[in-house]
Every structure is written in structure tokens, then in C-alpha cells.
């Protein structure tokens, strides 16, 4: 009954009460890591009926943030137990001339929500930038978001900055939009991987990351 | 036919003589296409492209006391757009925004949002009480009733009331927020929406009493693949809102129409219900245009274009025929039917396409269709 709360405070978005919801299972006695896996069960449902066109964007997107408000609660007891630190680093922002942000953000709660640490560097973020900030936190990805076929090229010259600085092997690439042809983008812009979906894309870095999607 | 007819003509879903054009076009674009024609206007280009000027667009202004500062000016010139209307649609609101910055192959720069002014609003209280533009102020309507007086017989006149309820409450809080607002805070969210409703009804209450034949509502409801909020929730917020709008027009026999991109296909039904008589852009990307004149073909007009997304920028001029020859055929018959760029060519279009297109449009484009 406690462990379906859990899933359900995701799942309906109860975002007010999921810090309370899960302090009433950690009380009762549930190991934070199992309280982390029925929330993560959540979020996947969530995730399944979004990418199955049964929910929308901003239900998605909540989820993700009531995830984040869980996360709050129960990241420094999972911490303590050594059970469960972040899974890896990621770096995104909406690429230089690209000013759209929603989609961005939607992924970077997504990410932060299945455990990733996130930096946002915003929009219209210049390719240099990209790699001094992912250099700079030591991360495992980088996120580069474009709407646009006019934008879309541009995340070329990420890949191109690595190459040139000689890190390139160092990172996975991942592009993202509503407007990006997978085959296309990866073929053209050289990233490992291009979505134009934030669920297939938090599952693809998950996949990277080892352990796949949890 | 006279342009203005034949846009009436198929707005009341009878075959004019052609399909009406329409176009937007990136200003390099049309620069481009300027050279390659040897036409030196906007005018010109249009007369060779076969669009003809049958629509007007009336909106609000800023007060007559309002001058733009040459900052102001140099942000509205780099964005591509009309000073005067940015002003009363976003700064006079108190949204901040900032240009982006250069791209190569364009003379205009985008713009994104640095301050949405009620994302800090915490009471319900702090909506009904905040300040919003004074419709009243001298000067506002003044452009639109001289515009509307000299082009009444000319072209059909739509009053512009743009942003109203969806775009424009994220403008004002944050896309962020509002959402939030939608699934945690629902009075706030109804507060917000209460508030834009009454003053855009009054809004579209002056641009009809200024001469608009039509309102048009521009508000941006999916992304390619489905709608940003699900649609029972958007029946609650929004379709009684939006009827209640909608009815400032067709009390007094005024057209319907509504702009949203992105896949809209959940609520197409329900905006016809309350009233809508054209819909754009019904991106050929994002939905199955074949399935709205299916659908909804008798009651509303497609306002569309082709792909500008994949055939425009990357197709062949063959391709970039073949989806005009394919369109006509599925949608053009009966009238209800306007056809261009289903939103901007931008600077990656290949000017090649782009004559294709309207080529295509124009060989093809004569009533009875009659496409092998």
C-alpha cells in the first residue's frame, strides 16, 4: 500500500505532498533504496504513457519535478548509505542562434530526476562554451538542444571543439529537438546520438551510463 | 476574381477561380528571391510568386504619447518586426527579452525571454490587482480604424488579437510556472486566464468596432508531436475561454482564426465546435492534413503549407512539386483552402524550392483541380 503511494505521487503528480508521502515510508520503515525504485517506477509510467501518446508534455514534466521534490527528501540518505550517488554528469544547453528553451528544460528535469546532475547553461550557448563547461565539471555528456534546421547544424561545431581540443572520446554527444531525423542529425552533425524525444534521450544517456534505465 | 473574393469565396467553401496564396518568408529568403526575379519589393515579389494581397491585419498600438527610445528601435529593426506592435504585445507587458545572437546567412536575430513579469506572484490577489495595458488610452485604435476604413473593400481585414490566453500567460509567467500553476495551482491558473479573458474580449470587442471583418488568435498549443497539455485539461482552462472569445466574433458575423503550431489534432474538434472558421497552419509535419479536410473540411478552411521543416530546406524541387500536386489533390477541392508556407522559409531554404513551389502552386493551383 506504502510502495503504490509512492508510484502514485508520481504518477498523479502529487507534488505538494510526495516530500510527506515518502517521509511516511522512510518512518515505516521501507530502505530508502526501495522507496527510490517504487518513485523511478513512477516516472517510467509516466514515461511509457507519455512516449504511447496517453500523456502529454506537461504531465511529463511535472512528474519529473515531483520526482525532483522526492529526490530532496531522500538523496541525503541514500548518499549516507552509499547507495546511490549521482550516475553521471551531464552538460546541455540550447545551441548558439537556438533561443528555445522548453524542450531543454524538460529534459534537464527529466535527467535530474532519474539521478543525473544537471547543468543548464540556457539558450543561444556558443560551442566553446559547451566544452569549457563540460571540461570544467569533469562530465560524462553533453546535451545540445536545437530546434531549428537552421540551428541544427550549428551543433556540428561542438563536436568540432572537441576534436580540436583532442577530448572527443571523452564525451558522449547527444542532440535533441522536437524538429531533429535521428538518422539524419547523426549522420550530418557527428553527436553519438540525436532524439526528438526527452524520454528516448534520458534513455539513451541512462543506457551510456551503465545500468541502463532504472 | 478580385483577390478579397476569391479569399471570401473559398472562406465560404465554394471553388474560387484558384487557390489563394499566401507566404512567410525569412527576409534573407526574400532578398534572395528579390535577386534571382530582379524585383526590387516585397510587392513585386509577391505579384511574380502569385500572391496577391487579399488579407489586412489591424491590432493594438501604443499610446499616442509612446515613442520608441533608438535602443528600442535598433532591438525591434534586428528582430524583423514592427516596433510599435512588439511594444504592446510584449515590453508594455513588462517582459524583458534579449536578442540572440548572429547567425550566419541572416540579417535578423531571434529573440528569447530574460523576465516574465508575473512569475513572481505568489497570491491569486496579485493578479486581479496588477495593472494591465490601458485599452483606453488616446491613440491605440487609430491606426487600426484608418487601415481598416482604406482597406475594407480591398482585402479582408482581420483584427490581430494574437497572443490571448495560453502564449500569453506563459509570457507573462514563465511556461515553467504556469504548468505548474495548471496541475498544482488551479485557482491561480483560472485567476491568470480570468484576467487575460476580459481584457482580450475587450480588445476584440474595439478591432471589430474598429472594422475587423475577422479575429485572429495566434497561440502556439503543440510541438510536432502532440499537444503540451492534455486535452481534458485543456477543455477545463481553456476551450470555455476560448469560446467566450471566439463568440466576440460571431455575434456580429465575423470570421474565426486561429493559429496554433504543432500537432493539435486532440483539439481540433473541440475549436471547431466553439467556433473557429480557418485554421493555421496545420503544419504537414505535425498532422495528417488529409485527416482535418476529412474531418472537418465542410465547416472550416485550411489555412496550410508545405513542409517547411523537411521538403522546403532539404527536398528536391521534384519533391517540393510532388507534395504540392499531392496536397491539392487531398484538400483543395470544394474551396476551404489557402496554401503557402505552412510558417517561415528561413535562410537555409533553397531559393529553387521555393520558385518550385509557388510554380507549382500557380500551375496547378486552377479550379476545377484537375491534377494527373
New interface residues.
Partial sequence: MLKESLREAIVE?R??EVAGIVGSALDSGVPPLEVLSELRAGLTTVGDRYQS?E?????L??AA?TMKEALEVLQPLLSEGGGEGSRGKVVIGSI????H???K?IVSSLLSAAGFTVIDLG??V?AERFVDEAERAGADVIGISAL????QPSCRRVVEELEKRGIRERYRVIMGG??V?PE?ATARYGADAAV??GVEGVRIISGWMGGGER | MRPRERLLTTLDHREPDRVPLTARLWLDTRLRLMEHYGVASDEELNAVLGIEPDRAFIGVRPPASWSPSPEYEGFCKATGYDCREQYATYEEWGVERRL????P??SLR???FTRYPWEGFTEVEEVEEVELPDLDAPGRFVEAEETARRMRDERVVFGEVGHCQWTKAWELRG??RF??D???RPRMAAAILDRLNAHYVDVADRLLDAGAAGLRFSEDWG?????????E?WRRFFKPRYKKLFDRARRRGAFVFFHSDGNIAPIVGDLVEIGIDILNPVQP?CMDQAWVKEEYGDRITIDTGIS???TL??GTVEEVREEVRRTFRQLAPGGGFVYGTSHYA???VPVENVVALYGACRRYGAYPIDIP
Avoid: A, W
Fill in positions: 503528480i507534488y505538494e501518446g500523456l502529454f508534455l506537461s504531465h514534466f511535472l519535478e548558439e542562434g537556438d533561443i528553451d522548453f524542450g528544460v539558450v543561444d556558443p531549428l534546421s537552421t540551428t522536437t524538429g531525423s539524419i526528438n524525444d | 540572440g545572437s548572429e547567425r546567412g541572416s531571434q529573440f528569447y511556461m515553467i504548468m505548474k495548471l496541475h498544482t510541438n510536432n508531436k502532440s499537444l503540451f497539455i492534455g486535452r485539461m509535419e517547411v521543416q523537411k530546406p532539404l528561413m535562410y537555409d
